[in-house]
């Protein structure tokens, strides 16, 4: 009876723990005979909830309009977490219908063909006479190119997306700091020689900063354009950086920024750059960016409310006039199950309405020129007054095409930065640096040139066949190690009551971990369909090992920074629990204070620490400064020095953990022993020594493995506070491994990563448990 | 070798526990003083005044006739031995028993005795550390396992290495903390007196704190009885035995303790329930008084015969004589011990008085639980005491 209890508990547990996904698959399937549903994902970065609410109230419109079709919304949040979620989607093989595409991004997707293509409906439009037809000629031609890829590079061939708006980019100038320098405001024709004069005369005013530079890889780019130079050739067949009119061209950018006080904002933090410096207003002039900051540039309050006065002018001229085109398409997924009713609501989302509507938000320019051009986008009764401005840039205006590896743009904005932003590198190291690692990059092709596809058949059979030898030989012992009938009895109800965990440890845990080891075997990108990955053998662990510089340098980051972490924080832990076995009134209080930190948020914690370490007026510079020593730029050019050690610092807070530990340890400890010392004549030292650390022992050498562990697992802190910038001098292991799988779609190679990640780890924990084994004393566990 | 005098010490807690009372005790050279009592009676809070491990709230603490209360316990020049030995794990047996005398080196830093060029000087205390190591581990039979860990010995070992730490600095006085009651019987019988001779090689100064009075009694020279942060009775084992200072002392000395019943004392008869006792006339100062007190005796003062269907009523008033029921039988080989309840006219006041007799095996023969007895009190070895817990011994003649 009991027994039939025990079956029936735990067989209503683990359907319990089912029923809410097979829920969802009910409901989700509640549709009117007749309706579809469609699927929509976009983003709302700058644009905030403004941008949310109009793409809703144009998903409304367009069901009212459409009966029979609904459309339901997805909205992840920034654009970083969209393409982690559409990543996730596409390679569940659930990719909504109708999402926003960058331009940057148009090649990785079209090359792995995950998008419609759309031509076809385009050229239908033409001839079909309907009054809401949508007409390419209408769009400025440069944002259709921008989504159009021919396999190898974007700008022409298949048309992937419809250009929902874009920008043009140029810089944001502080009015008010122009007038008090008495320096003329610029025009549209303006050159570099006026900027870096202006610049150098703004910062001749007290306590301001001439202008801020960001040194995207785009903006970088389109900076070298105006020079008439270029990283790659627009084919993208060659690489151009090595040549001379480049190196000269990033040289003077470079000297501006570091050799010259004041002119630009030399990158010393990351709060110091970037678009929110100029809402301070100690900044003249902030870009080169596009029309995306507005909205957050018109919370500054006018001149008369404390605020400043401030508009926007195109990038200045250098040798030629050039500009970039920066754009997002709403795209439709290859896979739809309704491509038709997915082109009527891109064009909606894309339709002369919706683009005014979108215009207001002042977050981009409408793609369609006779929205631009209409009082909706130049309505100039919100600043900035210049929107003529983004306009007259049009004309010089192209997409700057990237490889479809997204490796390229992330590998020359790290060396860029290197060279250009934190200064630790001359360009001409910066430039070798990044030639080096992309061509390390280029030769490594896994597999081979023809790759096998992965045996999945064969691969699943002598998974199962395994498996089952697992659970018979797992059987087999079961049925002879208890002989009794009641341990059996016994068993059989522990492993029933444990099986809703044993199955999710399976399914959640163990099969992962698995197949984490068979991908890391292959190319797998993450966002495509199993049948898709090629097997490459043992290529991806080759190449990490031998070739991969950054990975190398991840290595030597995180093993820098683990060196220094753990000693510091396992002394700091136990001297704080030392400190807190006082019998102090109130040491309840105490203990709590220095344990909190370990339950706050890791992001805010991190955020928080980024303005601790800032250079400029962080808290750890001023107190440095204050006793005469000058502090170095933790997160800039003294970032291979200092980098990691910042993080090693911030990693003190989190001692509350250790602490707790050690404190329990240390009340453990034989009171007998102390004044056995204490008779012996032994003074504080010698006590330490001969008791405490030998007492302490096992529990010096759990914490320490603990925090080997962690300091190998380094993420949130690097990911908020660094991106893993400047270069690659914070780039931790687990950054790495998260740029490459999630980010730059290498899931086989981040897989390898992780093994090797698990063997470091295995193999340390072994070597401390093994070198520690005469110096651990277990006496005080003993009873 | 040293004498140690406590005067008017107390101890006194946080929140106002009285844990030592005013206690005065003066222990001679070369005197082995156990401090015994149940626990909770103050007698290791006295010894860890003694050793300085707790602050003495009031009174006097002298060692050899100086006044200690304020030096520091490493200072006192005494040795401690901890009931659960508190060897140092990670030193082997040779470095725990050298760590007092390394501690105490005046040239423990290697690197500086060679700055200041007393090189020599340092060697030659090393010398002597190894000479005095060895002549401990000798006395101790530690040879064996002078390289050996703490967790590689047995109980007995380590206890031994605990004594051997103790003696290897040559203290004045050594105190030991129930340093049997970790042991199983057996090793704690043989250490016992081991320790015994020991002391007799050393003829050094020992306070010894257990709660055992068996082993106080076979181990004191001097045996202090505590009870409430008070000194019950402070003489040799043997007085404490024969003649309890106070009824406490009377119920914890002695295996099998007592035997104590509450009664009233009369015209030269104590009476009780049940229990009528003429006495002889050994307590001047009850002569025509009348007033409760209790009576005890030892179990081995006491004979059993088997009551008999026809002496029955008339029995009760022939003397010293008790009329008991058995309800158990303990035999332990020569001798057994015979537990009754006394039999009572009425079921009331209270509960049942237990007694306990000592005697011969062949006496006890076939004794059976159940069996109605008579208790022959030989009453020129019993005792009076004023009523309560702490109630006085009456004096006798």
């Known amino acids: ?783 | 070798m040293a004498t140690v005098t406590l005067a008017q010490v107390s101890k006194m807690y946080d929140g106002g526990v009285r844990a030592v009372d005013a206690i005065d005790l003066a222990i001679n050279h070369g005197e082995f003083c156990v401090l015994v009592g149940p626990s909770g009676c103050g007698k290791s809070t006295t010894l860890r005044m003694i050793a300085g491990l707790e602050e003495i709230t009031d009174g006097v603490l002298e060692i050899d006739g100086a006044r200690v209360n304020d030096l520091p316990a490493k200072d006192r020049d005494i040795a401690f031995v901890f009931q659960n030995y508190a060897l140092y794990p990670h030193l082997t047996v040779a470095q725990n028993v050298a760590f007092g005398l390394e501690q105490r080196r005046a040239h423990g830093n290697p690197l500086r005795a060679m700055l200041t060029g007393q090189r020599d000087a340092r060697g030659r205390e090393s010398a002597h550390i190894a000479q005095r190591v060895r002549e401990v581990s000798s006395t101790l039979g530690l040879d064996e396992l002078l390289t050996r860990y703490p967790r590689e010995l047995s109980g007995g070992q380590r206890q031994r290495v605990a004594v051997g730490r103790a003696i290897a600095r040559n203290p004045k006085v050594f105190l030991f903390d129930e340093p049997l009651s970790n042991l199983d019987a057996r090793l704690r019988l043989e250490t016992r007196t081991q320790l015994r001779l020991l002391h007799r090689r050393l003829s050094a100064t020992i306070v010894y704190v257990t709660h055992d009075q068996e082993e106080a009694m076979t181990l004191a020279d001097r045996l202090v009885v505590m009870h409430q942060g008070r000194v019950q009775q402070n003489s040799t084992a043997q007085i404490a035995y024969e003649t309890p200072a106070n009824r406490f002392v009377a119920a914890f000395i002695g295996t099998p303790p007592m035997n104590l019943i509450d009664g009233h004392f009369a015209h030269g008869t104590f009476e009780s329930h049940g229990v009528s006792l003429p006495l002889p006339a050994r307590w001047p100062s009850l002569i025509n008084q009348s007033k409760p007190c209790a009576l005890g005796f030892r179990p081995d003062r006491a004979r059993i015969e088997r009551a008999t269907a026809h002496d029955g009523a008339h029995s009760v008033s022939a003397g010293a004589k008790i009329n008991a029921r058995v309800v158990a039988v303990e035999r332990l080989g020569d001798r057994t011990d015979i537990a009754m309840e006394v039999a009572r006219e009425s079921a009331m006041n209270g509960g049942q008085t237990r007694l306990v007799a000592r005697v011969n095996a062949d006496e006890a023969e076939h004794m059976r639980e159940g069996d109605e007895v008579r208790v022959l009190v030989d009453t020129a070895h019993v005792h009076l005491f004023e009523p309560g817990e702490c109630g006085a011994r009456i004096t006798a003649s």
């Open chain 1, 1 to 783: 009876m009991t027994r039939l209890m025990l079956v029936v508990i735990a067989s209503l547990l683990v359907v319990a723990a089912f029923t809410r996904v097979a829920y969802r698959g009910i409901t989700a399937a509640k549709l009117n005979t007749g309706e579809i549903e469609l699927t929509v994902m976009h983003w709302s970065g700058e644009g905030g909830q403004e941008e949310d609410r109009i793409v809703e109230d144009s998903l409304h419109a367009f069901e009212a309009a459409n009966p029979g079709v609904r459309v339901k919304r997805l909205n992840p949040g920034d654009a970083g977490s969209f393409y982690t979620k559409l990543q996730t989607m596409m390679a569940a093989g659930d990719a909504p219908d109708v999402f926003y595409v960058g331009y940057e991004g148009l090649a990785n997707f079209a090359k792995l063909d995950l998008l419609l293509p759309l031509d076809k409906f385009v050229s239908r439009e033409k001839t079909s006479g309907l009054s809401d037809a949508l007409d390419l000629d209408a769009f400025y031609p440069q944002t259709v190119d921008a989504f159009r890829f021919d396999g190898h590079r974007v700008g022409q061939g298949t048309l992937y997306g419809i250009p929902k708006d874009f920008t043009t980019v140029g810089f944001y100038c502080n009015k008010d700091l122009f007038r008090a320098a008495g320096v003329p405001f610029p025009t549209s024709e303006w050159t570099w020689d006026e900027y870096i004069a202006a610049a150098r005369t703004l910062a001749a005013l007290p306590g301001i900063t001439g202008s801020e530079f960001v040194t995207w890889p785009v903006m970088v780019r389109t900076y070298l354009r105006t020079h008439g130079c270029e990283v790659i050739s627009d084919d993208l067949e060659s690489i151009r950086v090595q040549e001379p009119a480049t190196i000269a061209a990033l040289e003077t950018l470079r000297a501006w920024r570091h050799d010259e006080v004041n002119t630009l904002t030399s990158g010393k933090s990351k709060i110091a750059t970037g678009a929110s410096v100029f809402l301070g207003g100690k900044v003249a002039m902030a870009g080169p960016f596009g029309r995306w900051v507005v909205p957050s540039y018109r919370n500054i309050p006018s001149s008369e409310n404390g605020g400043f006065d401030w508009d926007f002018v195109p990038l200045p001229r250098g040798s030629t006039r050039a500009n970039c085109v920066l754009t997002v398409s709403w795209s439709i997924d290859k896979n739809t199950r309704h491509p038709e009713e997915s082109w009527k609501l891109v064009k909606w989302l894309t339709d002369a309405r919706s683009q005014s509507a979108n215009a207001r938000l002042g977050l981009a320019i409408p793609t369609m020129k006779s929205i631009a051009e209409s009082p909706a986008f130049l309505d100039a009764s919100l600043p900035p007054a210049n929107n003529q401005g983004y306009l007259d840039a049009i004309p010089d205006a192209t997409v700057i095409g990237w490889p479809a590896d997204a490796t390229f743009e992330r590998i020359l904005g790290s060396t860029m930065d290197q060279g250009l932003k934190s200064g630790d590198l001359t360009m001409t190291q910066a430039i070798a640096q990044f030639q080096s690692s992309w061509n390390t990059h280029v030769q490594f092709v896994p597999g081979g040139v023809n790759p096998p596809r992965v045996p999945w058949n064969m691969l699943s059979a002598g998974a199962l066949s395994l498996l089952g030898l697992i659970i018979a030989g797992a059987a087999w012992l079961w049925w002879r190690g208890s002989s009794s009938r009641n341990a059996r009895a016994e068993e059989r109800a522990g492993f029933l009551l444990a099986s809703p965990w044993l199955l999710g440890f399976l399914v959640f845990m163990a099969f992962p971990i698995a197949m984490s080891f068979v991908l890391s075997l292959t190319n797998w990108r993450g966002n495509g369909p199993l049948s898709s990955a090629d097997w490459v053998g043992v290529d991806n662990y080759a190449q990490l090992l031998w070739r991969d510089a950054r990975f190398h340098t991840a290595a030597k980051v995180t093993a820098y920074y683990a060196l220094l972490a753990v000693p510091l924080g396992q002394v700091l832990a136990l001297g704080a629990a030392i400190v807190m076995t006082q019998k102090v009134r109130g040491i309840a209080l105490f203990r709590a204070a220095w344990y909190l930190p370990s339950v706050l948020a890791g992001v805010g914690v991190s955020i928080l620490w980024r303005w601790i370490f800032d250079s400029q007026g962080g808290l750890i510079n001023r107190v440095l400064e204050s006793v005469g020593i000058p502090g170095p730029e933790w997160f800039g050019k003294d970032a291979a020095l200092f980098g990691p050690p910042a993080f090693a610092i911030m990693s003190c807070w989190l001692v509350g953990g250790s602490m707790m530990i050690y404190l329990a340890g240390l009340q453990q400890i034989p009171r007998e022993l102390y004044e056995a010392a204490h008779i012996d004549g032994a003074n504080s030292w010698r006590r330490f020594r001969t008791i405490t650390l030998p007492m302490l022992s096992p529990v010096i050498l759990f914490n320490l493995i603990m925090a080997v562990i962690a300091s190998f697992q380094v993420f949130t802190q690097a990911f908020v506070m660094t991106g893993g910038e400047p270069g690659d001098l914070t780039r931790f292991y687990v950054l790495y491994l998260f740029n490459k799988a999630f980010e730059l779609y290498d899931m086989g190679y981040a897989s390898a990563m992780a093994w090797i990640l698990l063997v470091v780890v295995l193999v340390f924990t072994a070597l401390i448990l093994r070198s520690s084994a005469r110096m651990v004393y277990y006496e005080s566990l003993r009873k």
